[in-house]
C-alpha cells in the first residue's frame, strides 16, 4: 500500500473527474490519501470529500502562511481552532508554516500563526505539516524555540540541502515529505536524499501542484505517488514494494491512520 500524505484533492482543478482520481488511486495501491487544509474557504469542500471517502481521504486542519497577515490572522486562526477543538477528527494540524516566496511583509504574522498553531498541536497531540517556502532559517528559529518531546510531524515538499534535511530529522519527531520535484532532472534532490536514510521519508505530490515527471507542468495527480516511489527505489537500490513498506509505516505511525 502507497500514501499520498499530502494532496488538495478538494480543489476546483478536480472537479471534473474526483471520484475517477480516488479509484485509479485505489487501483495503482494508493490507498490513503492525507487533505491538508489551506483556509477558512478550503475546508467545506475538503469536509466533504473526507465524509465522502472516509476510509481513503483523511482531513488535517490548519491555516496555510499565504493565507495570513495583519487582516486575516484573527478571523482565520479562529476558524482553525473552532474546528480543531471541536468533536470532528483531523489527523494533523496543516499545513502550517511560512512562505516568504509571495510576500515577506507578512513574515510577523505568518511567525504568530505558527507558534499558535503548534501550540493548539501539542495539546491536541496532533502532529504538524509544514510549509516551507524560501523560509528554512525562519522554520528553524522558530521549531529550535519550541521542539520538544510533544512536537512531531512533516516539513512537507522538502527540497532543502543535506544540512537542512539533517536539521529537521535531528528535531527527533520529523519526517520529510517527498514529491514530485525528486523526478526532475537536474533537480539535486536526488543527490541530497543519498545522504539521507529511508526511514526518515515519506510520499506526497502536493496535488494540484508540482506534477512529476513526465507530466511536469501539468496537473499534477495522487495517481502518480507509484512515479515518485519509483524514484527512490532507484536512489536507494531497492524495489518499489520496500518503497512502499517503509514510507507506509512511516505515514501510519505519523498520523495514526
Not at 474526483?18 to 483556509?39: A, M
Not at 481513503?56 to 495583519?70: D, E, Q
Amino acid at each position: 500500500m502507497l500514501i499520498d500524505t499530502h494532496t488538495h484533492l478538494y480543489s476546483s482543478k478536480f472537479d471534473e473527474d474526483r471520484d475517477e482520481v480516488i479509484q485509479d488511486c485505489i487501483s495503482k495501491g494508493v490507498e490513503k490519501l492525507l487533505l491538508p487544509n489551506i483556509d477558512s474557504t478550503s475546508t467545506d469542500s475538503m469536509l466533504v470529500l473526507a465524509e465522502k471517502h472516509p476510509n481513503v481521504c483523511f482531513p488535517m486542519m490548519g491555516i496555510h502562511p499565504c493565507s495570513i497577515n495583519n487582516d486575516t490572522i484573527e478571523k482565520e486562526l479562529a476558524h482553525a481552532k473552532e474546528y480543531l477543538f471541536s468533536d470532528r477528527k483531523f489527523i494533523a494540524v496543516g499545513e502550517i508554516g511560512i512562505d516568504l516566496h509571495w510576500d515577506k511583509t507578512t513574515l510577523e504574522a505568518q511567525v504568530s500563526a505558527f507558534k499558535t498553531q503548534i501550540e493548539w498541536a501539542k495539546e491536541l497531540n496532533l502532529p504538524i505539516a509544514i510549509h516551507a517556502r524560501d523560509s528554512f532559517d525562519e522554520i528553524f528559529e522558530v521549531l529550535d524555540e519550541v521542539n520538544d518531546d510533544k512536537l512531531r510531524g512533516v516539513l512537507h515538499c522538502f527540497t532543502g540541502n543535506v544540512d537542512q534535511a539533517k536539521h529537521i530529522i535531528n528535531y527527533g519527531g520529523f519526517k520529510l515529505g517527498i514529491g514530485g520535484v525528486v523526478t526532475f532532472k537536474n533537480g539535486g534532490l536526488d543527490k541530497v536524499l543519498k545522504e539521507i536514510e529511508l526511514e526518515h521519508l515519506m510520499l506526497e505530490t502536493d496535488a494540484p501542484y508540482l506534477a512529476p515527471t513526465p507530466f511536469r507542468g501539468k496537473r499534477n495527480s495522487s495517481q502518480y505517488i507509484p512515479l515518485i516511489g519509483e524514484k527512490l527505489a532507484d536512489i536507494y537500490g531497492c524495489s518499489l514494494p520496500e518503497i512502499a513498506t517503509i514510507t507506509t509505516k512511516n505515514a501510519v505511525e505519523l498520523f495514526g491512520l
